[in-house]
């Protein structure tokens, strides 16, 4: 199956401080990545779906301001947490598809971001 | 609306055999995928079925009925390692994967 990294891994910010997450696919071409956030014991929740080269498309309930994605290249996303609060503590997770992996998505293998 | 839906938790013992299903409905199909999660981990891919019928890998099968909505994922020769949560996903015809709540399956010995 495909490859895709993760950075970093885990994170611990002080609040109001800004956290950027990148998403690589090793050895794909990834033009659809996906972003989604997991509290502790529940679901997956999609935040936001980004092809490479256009502006992100967000979830409902989603700010965009707050949470800034950059999909510059068929291998790279970014998730940038701006004036990150303890209420964005979460585990963020990023998915990539494209390329000859075809539909199936593949996960990078998560960020854990606690912000104090 | 859009609706997946599978059972929250199942328990299965060591060496035995588990069926999970999940049932969807979608607006539009392009393809049913399970994926494996174990704590504190990111989803792994497990299987993607887009036409009717069984596909086998491993220890693992996953089934595919289009006309009823329905899927199952099979585990055999269960072993402890598979403690895990399965997460039943379905892409619509906007190709957007819609997921399911994830059955947490617990192995006992």
């Known amino acids: 199956g495909a490859v895709v990294s993760q950075h970093p891994s885990r994170v611990i910010c002080k609040s109001g401080t800004s956290v950027k997450i990148e998403c690589r696919s090793l050895d794909f071409q990834a033009t659809t990545m996906f972003w989604y956030r997991q509290f502790p014991k529940q679901s997956l929740m999609l935040m936001a779906t980004s092809n490479e080269g256009s502006k992100a498309t967000y979830e409902q309930g989603v700010e965009k301001d707050k949470f800034l994605i950059n999909h510059a290249s068929l291998t790279l996303s970014t998730l940038t947490v701006t004036s990150a609060h303890p209420e964005d503590s979460s585990f963020y997770i990023c998915s990539a598809r494209g390329g000859t992996e075809g539909e199936t998505q593949y996960f990078g293998p998560g960020t854990r971001l606690l912000v104090l | 609306g859009q609706n997946i839906d599978q059972p929250t938790e199942m328990t299965a013992t060591e060496g035995a055999i588990v069926q999970i299903n999940c049932t969807y409905q979608?607006?539009?199909?392009?393809?049913l995928f399970w994926y494996q999660q174990h704590a504190g981990e990111a989803p792994t891919f497990l299987s993607y079925n887009v036409l009717d019928g069984l596909e086998e890998k491993g220890r693992f099968s996953s089934f595919l009925s289009r006309s009823k909505g329905y899927s199952y994922l099979l585990l055999k020769e269960l072993q402890m390692k598979d403690s895990a949560s399965y997460l039943c996903?379905?892409?619509?015809?906007?190709?957007?994967?819609?997921w399911g709540a994830g059955t947490k399956l617990i192995i006992k010995p």
């Open positions: 996903a379905v892409m619509d015809s906007n190709y957007q994967l819609i």
């Open positions: 979608t607006s539009g199909f392009n393809g």
